[in-house]
């Protein structure tokens, strides 16, 4: 008897578990269960190798968005430089400090700084200078940078002031769906350049996508999941598109009921394959997904195999001035109550955070043979 689709998927499972080197016609295969049984399946698979590589621990990082001002209009997000609507700001050393020094005083042992795209000096020089205040508090936080593309120049400088990972999202691995949704003038081969750069400069890389673009299809996800590997990364950040009204993408692709859930689910999915490919990398659990499933919706992303998680650290008089997208919770993590209930909603999942060291990706000390 001819096996079934289930019983056929449930085989390529296990030898995306057992590590076996998957095409993109698999990894395809794999990101579309044929039922909710072998869905639940690929998440546990995930999850199981989760666990064994990291143990029950997640790694929190405070994130710091420290400017929302930009110099590139990409089509879908929320403070491109064209979006007259959003009050523009960049944070003061002070601010900046005060918010790295609460990451500390929660044990969260690293922080990623987040920010629109300049690479003016100025800018560059403001950067450096906090790398450096940064690097100097007393519980020396593991610093990781989300500024954009840059100079090799500046990722170097950058890299000697403190920054030690970089995550720079390459949007997604299709030349033609990455001009689809930027500007003329925005290029994905400078994009490409940009991480091999990040990478000679001796960064722990991470990169991702947006999951659910207008046009994308499933093959496209999985060419990205071999991009990861091909380029042999250690972290990923990745989630759903959300259209964002005050953008041209949001404009012409306005969410319909439901689309929302699905791009939740593909993205669950993403995470799950992601982790079966590429093992010992991070994988973060994105604050997208909480935006369309406040209440569950990190934990999911866990529960599918990712390892992190970014609780926002800074004030939240800047939080509605960084709206990327629609819908994006506007909690106040800071509170001592929110991060209670974190903690608590990881217990209930099984998971507690990790509250020494920076919790750098294994994978990074792998392919520099510390590790075997
Ligand atoms: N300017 C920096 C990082 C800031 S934006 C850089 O170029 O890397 C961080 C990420 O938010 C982007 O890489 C993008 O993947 C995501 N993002 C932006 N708009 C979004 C939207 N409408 N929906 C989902 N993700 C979005």
Redesign the pocket.
Do not use: D, K, N, W
């Given at each position: 008897m001819k096996p079934s689709a289930g019983q056929n998927y449930i085989s390529l499972l296990a030898k995306a578990a057992g590590g076996a080197k998957l095409r993109v016609d698999q990894m395809a295969k794999l990101l579309l269960p044929p039922n909710a049984e072998c869905e639940r399946e690929l998440f546990a698979a995930a999850y199981k190798l989760k666990r064994q590589i990291c143990g029950d621990l997640v790694n929190l990082r405070g994130l710091i968005e420290l400017s929302n001002i930009?110099t590139?209009d990409?089509l879908?997000?929320?403070?491109r430089k064209s979006n007259s609507k959003v009050n523009r700001y960049t944070m003061g050393i002070d601010e900046v400090l005060e918010a790295a020094e609460l990451a500390g005083k929660f044990g969260y042992g690293s922080i990623v700084i987040?920010?629109?795209?300049r690479s003016d000096r100025s800018f560059t020089d403001f950067i450096e200078t906090i790398l450096r205040e940064i690097s100097r508090l007393s519980y020396a936080p593991g610093i990781t940078l989300?500024?954009?593309?840059q100079s090799f120049e500046t990722y170097c400088r950058w890299r000697d002031a403190g920054a030690k990972r970089y995550?720079?999202?390459i949007?997604s691995s299709d030349p033609a769906l990455f001009a689809a949704i930027h500007p003329a003038g925005t290029s994905y081969r400078a994009r490409r350049m940009a991480l091999h750069r990040l990478r000679r400069a001796g960064y722990q890389l991470g990169t991702?996508?947006?999951i659910g673009l207008p046009g994308q299809t499933v093959e496209q996800l999985a060419k990205d999941i071999k991009f990861f590997r091909d380029m042999d990364v250690d972290m990923i950040g990745m989630?759903?598109?959300?259209?964002?009204d005050d953008?041209p993408?949001?404009k012409q692709f306005p969410d319909t009921p439901g689309a929302p859930e699905e791009r939740l689910k593909l993205s669950l999915r993403m995470i799950a394959v992601a982790r079966l490919v590429l093992r010992d990398v991070n994988i973060a659990s994105t604050t997208?997904l909480q935006a369309i499933d406040p209440a569950q919706g990190r934990e999911k992303g866990l529960l599918a195999g990712a390892n992190v998680i970014m609780p926002n650290v800074g004030s939240t008089s800047h939080r509605r001035d960084y709206q990327?997208?629609n819908g994006k919770p506007a909690l106040d993590e800071n509170a001592g109550s929110v991060r209670q209930a974190l903690i608590a909603s990881l217990a209930a999942i099984g998971e507690r955070p990790r509250l020494d060291g920076h919790g750098d990706p294994l994978h990074f000390f792998r392919r520099n043979g510390k590790l075997k």
């Open positions: 930009c590139r990409c879908y997000c929320g403070i987040q920010s629109g795209e989300s500024c954009g593309e995550l720079l999202r949007e991702g996508v947006m989630g759903p598109f959300l259209p964002q953008t993408l949001g997208a990327l997208y």
